[in-house]
């Protein structure tokens, strides 16, 4: 069986978790998440723990009980420590602001971008070039930051645009005389 399928999901204290057959919830101090397992693999909670395991012999059910896995250790980090992705806007005149729940972003378009985040995530902008996407759920959260750095992927030539804190943008060289 995979490496990963075989060492169990541990539940810290302040989280709950809940199987009814192949639905999962789990709620913690940050939010409450639910999951619908594959078929193919069997949950079981026990004392402190969640044990996975194939129902069927096959590298299919193999490969999607180290998947479940990963998703559950997911949802339960999520609900009680939160996930975040950090953005820096770099480009002169870049900046980003907080109104409410919108995001106002000023990209160099000819018009500033309103982002209203989805339920589950909240946005805070603690100076006017960097963004940090909060939430319990890790794809969700990733997917509203990449949904951000779509609006002005950082460009080739000077690295302008939005990125992810940490991210190397390889520049090219300019077109030589």
């Given at each position: 069986m995979s490496r990963v399928a075989k060492?169990?999901?541990?539940?810290?204290?302040?989280?709950?978790?809940?199987?009814?057959?192949?639905?999962?919830?789990?709620?913690?101090p940050k939010g409450?998440?639910?999951?619908r397992?594959?078929?193919l693999v069997e949950a079981e909670h026990q004392e402190g723990k969640v044990l996975l395991?194939?129902?069927?012999r096959g590298t299919k059910a193999v490969a999607l009980t180290g998947t479940t896995r990963a998703v559950i250790n997911n949802m339960v980090q999520g609900?009680?420590?939160?996930?975040?992705?950090r953005l820096e806007l770099r480009g002169v005149g870049y900046r980003a602001q907080l109104q409410?729940?919108?995001?106002?972003?000023?990209?160099?378009h000819s018009h500033p971008i309103n982002f209203v985040p989805p339920e589950g995530?909240?946005?805070?902008?603690?100076s006017q070039t960097e963004v940090v996407v909060r939430g319990a759920d890790k794809q969700l959260v990733g997917e509203v930051a990449a949904q951000i750095r779509r609006f002005r992927p950082p460009e080739p030539y000077k690295g302008k645009g939005?990125?992810?804190?940490g991210e190397r943008v390889v520049l090219k060289e300019a077109k030589k005389k």
């Open positions: 060492e169990p999901v541990q539940i810290p204290p302040k989280v709950e978790v809940e199987l009814q057959g192949s639905d999962i919830k789990v709620k913690g409450q998440l639910d999951w397992c594959h078929s395991r194939p129902r069927k609900v009680s420590e939160g996930f975040e992705r409410g729940a919108t995001l106002h972003l000023t990209l160099g995530v909240t946005l805070e902008v603690p939005v990125r992810y804190v």
